[in-house]
Nanobody, 123 residues
Framework: QVQLAESGGGLVQAGGSLRLSCAAS????????MGWFRQAPGKEREFVAA????????YYADSVKGRFTISRDNTRNTLLLQMNSLKPEDTAVYYC????????????????WGQGTQVTVSS
C-alpha cells in the first residue's frame, strides 16, 4: 500500500496562492488515479480535485474550478495542487489520497490517505 505525505500548507491572505505537494512512497505511484480532498472544522470531508494516472484528465469541484490546478509528476512520485485566488472559505485541512474506484467525488472511493496539511486563509 502506498504511503502519502502532504506538505505546503500555511497561512495566507485572501487572494494569495499556495502550492500543496503530496509525496508518494512507491514507484508505482503512476498507476494510481489520485485526488485532493479538504475538511473544515465541523464539516464533512469534501472533494476538491482529481487526476487520472498519467494526468491527461482532471476534475474539479465547482467551488475551486478556475482557481485550483491539480497536476502530477510521476517521475518524482508527486501530486500537486496549485491554489490561486484563495478565499477564507478555502480554509481547511487538505488531504491527498488514492482513488481506488467508484465515484471520484466521494471520499469513500479513496484509500491510503495522507495525514493532511493545514491551509488557513485570512480575510
Amino acid at each position: 500500500q502506498v504511503q502519502l505525505a502532504e506538505s505546503g500548507g500555511g497561512l495566507v491572505q485572501a487572494g494569495g496562492s499556495l502550492r500543496l505537494s503530496c509525496a508518494a512512497s512507491r514507484r508505482t505511484f503512476g498507476t494510481y488515479p489520485m485526488g485532493w480532498f479538504r475538511q473544515a472544522p465541523g464539516k464533512e470531508r469534501e472533494f476538491v480535485a482529481a487526476i487520472s494516472r498519467i494526468g491527461t484528465s482532471t476534475y474539479y469541484a465547482d467551488s475551486v474550478k478556475g482557481r485550483f490546478t491539480i497536476s502530477r509528476d510521476n517521475t518524482r512520485n508527486t501530486l500537486l495542487l496549485q491554489m490561486n485566488s484563495l478565499k477564507p472559505e478555502d480554509t481547511a485541512v487538505y488531504y491527498c489520497a488514492v482513488h481506488a474506484g467508484g465515484n471520484r467525488t466521494s471520499a469513500n472511493a479513496y484509500e491510503s490517505w495522507g495525514q493532511g496539511t493545514q491551509v488557513t486563509v485570512s480575510s
